[in-house]
């Protein structure tokens, strides 16, 4: 099954952009990429999903690779809220719903 | 629109004990997701629902583990007897099923403590 490689940590600055890195190698040619974040006692939420093609909602925005073997999660401004564990997540083979989670990255922000 | 809602949310018992947790769905969400995830890891799927049938157990632990949901709306997960590596928080999630989009909404999680 695919699975992700993330930074297990990260700092950024109050409202400023933030860019957490996924690698994602043994991706295939169906599988979507996934992010959910998981602020502190709580359950995890949805961020954003993708495919090929970069995606933009109203919390982040999701750079895809060319070669899809990597991808980016954009904070474009962060704030205090948005400090949490965010994972980068693929599907198990043929599957469209049961995700591989890994450990995340937790994001640290400094006001 | 409610959340997904889960009782208990804090659960402190004594090994060999059972315990009960129960979880509502968003309205009109067929899928339900019981999830298990311990302390620095990413949650790891239990069991998946499709209406009231279990479509996916095949990471419950049966000899200790079961589930239901009944009329298809809300769910339940009993351990029974309790040990000590159970001690983790207890995720329920549900979504629409809207294709390929496998967007999940979880509930806050009930934390279990097995002493």
């Known amino acids: 099954d695919a699975k992700t490689t993330q930074p297990n940590s990260m700092e950024s600055n109050e409202e400023e952009p933030v860019h957490l890195p996924c690698n994602h190698s043994t991706i295939s040619g169906t599988d979507y990429i996934h992010w959910y974040r998981q602020l502190p006692s709580q359950g995890p939420e949805y961020v954003i999903h993708g495919l090929t093609s970069n995606v933009n909602n109203r919390m982040a925005s999701l750079a895809i690779a060319e070669d899809r073997k990597s991808s980016t999660l954009i904070l474009h401004r962060a704030t205090l809220r948005d400090a949490a564990v965010y994972y980068c997540i693929l599907p198990v083979a043929d599957s469209n719903y049961q995700l591989i989670w890994g450990a995340g990255t937790k994001l640290i922000i400094k006001p | 629109e409610a959340g997904v809602v889960q009782s208990p949310r804090y659960k402190i018992i004594e090994k060999k004990q059972p315990v009960a947790f129960w979880c509502n769905p968003i309205?009109?969400?067929?899928?339900l997701y019981w999830y298990r995830q311990n302390l620095g890891q990413g949650p790891e799927l239990l069991i998946r629902y499709e209406n009231e049938e279990a479509v996916d157990d095949s990471q419950l632990p049966k000899d200790r583990f079961s589930a239901e949901r009944l009329k298809g709306v809300d769910s339940t997960l009993k351990i029974q007897p309790a040990e000590l590596g159970d001690s983790a928080v207890y995720l329920c999630?549900?979504?629409?099923?809207?294709?390929?989009?496998?967007?999940?909404?979880f509930g806050p999680g009930t934390r279990l403590t097995v002493t």
């Open positions: 309205s009109g969400h067929n899928t």
């Open positions: 999630a549900s979504s629409p099923w809207t294709g390929h989009s496998y967007e999940q909404y």
